[in-house]
């Protein structure tokens, strides 16, 4: 299935505005999902193939595979329920904001081939957590879904930094029951100040915020305390992500994120002037070096989910080696297609078997 997207479909697509062809593979993904009988064929065709998945149990829940959908791909909640049908053990809904907001001006998406990398600059462009949330009710729940579900919260861009805490808890408090897992967004580099917050005495104050009202909840009979995790961006020293991790072990959160995009520049990027986060391929050494420390300063404890750079069984499995539970991605899907996942899982399967 790769071969036939990469020298058929690809080449379409990359006609088209990236932005463009991410509406369109968002809008085939969601018409998919509202086809339960062939989601549930290609689910099943893609759990009998030969190498099949390995299922992984992270922060108290189980998922089919290590695999999952990065957040930045279905951003409002509309085509996660095809997921599993394309071999996701996991999907990451948004990032969403308590507000609802544009992002940034276009154009903010650029494709660089040769790389496998594309630079965004969206902006957390989203319909707003309440409208969000008003879909997800209308979805399968949590405990009655085919794979897990996270919902990733980011910081409104007209919300000051000093009202971050509370901008976060709007959309924790709309979200959290819709959610198997939540993750914090604060390193973004696309809305201004966010990765102020993780400066540790405005993380701790973020992070006490959430966990505060995460036991309250879980304190309401027939509610559950959600796995909360963290995600942290790649530019950060070994000195802030000590920090960084120090606030996670005081305050008890589930698991990281490592990494978002990078403001980095690295190899044939260094004379690249675009602004915003860059993805893909150019990203995968330096994540990998962080899910790498992490986990060693952690001893092994702390459940991560490694992103960036992500193009083949053999980037995936760097990731699981050097710690990571789970892997996400995005961007490998955009020039490996949308059967990326399945083809990565048996991959992934397959090598630990080994």
């Known amino acids: 299935m790769g071969a036939i997207y990469e020298k058929a479909l690809r080449p379409l697509l990359f006609r088209l505005d990236p932005e463009r062809a991410h509406e369109l593979a968002v809008d085939a993904m969601a018409l998919l999902g509202r086809v339960a009988p062939v989601c549930r064929m290609l689910e099943t065709l893609e759990r009998l193939s030969p190498g099949c998945f390995r299922p992984v149990e992270a922060f108290g829940l189980g998922f089919p595979n290590a695999v999952g959908l990065a957040a930045g791909f279905d951003k409002n909640a509309r085509a996660w329920p095809a997921a599993a049908a394309l071999g996701f053990g996991h999907v990451e809904i948004g990032t969403v904001t308590a507000l609802a907001q544009p992002g940034n001006p276009k154009p903010r998406v650029f494709r660089y081939p040769k790389q496998e990398a594309v630079i965004n600059r969206m902006g957390f462009n989203n319909e707003g957590s309440e409208a969000v949330a008003a879909r997800l009710a209308r979805q399968s729940p949590p405990g009655k879904r085919r794979i897990p579900v996270g919902i990733s919260l980011g910081k409104s861009k007209v919300t000051e930094i000093d009202d971050a805490p509370g901008d976060y808890l709007a959309s924790f408090t709309r979200l959290a029951g819709y959610a198997d897992f939540v993750v914090l967004n604060v390193s973004s580099p696309n809305t201004p100040g966010l990765r102020q917050l993780q400066d540790e005495s405005r993380l701790r104050e973020l992070l006490s915020a959430v966990t505060r009202a995460n036991a309250e909840r879980a304190s309401v009979p027939g509610r559950r305390r959600v796995p909360i995790l ?20 005081d305050l008890g959160l589930d698991g990281l994120v490592a990494t978002n995009t990078t403001l980095g520049r690295p190899g044939a990027f260094s004379g690249v002037s675009e602004a915003g986060g860059l993805s893909g391929m150019p990203l995968g050494s330096r994540s990998t070096d962080v899910i790498r420390y992490v986990s060693r300063a952690t001893n092994g404890r702390l459940p991560i989910i490694g992103v960036g750079g992500i193009t083949g069984a053999v980037s995936a499995a760097e990731k699981l080696d050097a710690g990571a539970a789970l892997v996400q991605i995005y961007t490998g899907m955009i020039y490996r297609g949308p059967f990326f996942a399945a083809e990565l899982a048996r991959g992934v399967a397959d090598r630990q078997r080994r």
Not at 233 to 248: F, K, N, T
Request: glycine residues 0%; charged residues 15%.
């Open 230 to 249: 963290l995600k942290i961006a790649p530019d950060l020293s070994y000195s802030q992500i000590d920090a960084v991790l120090c606030v996670v072990s």
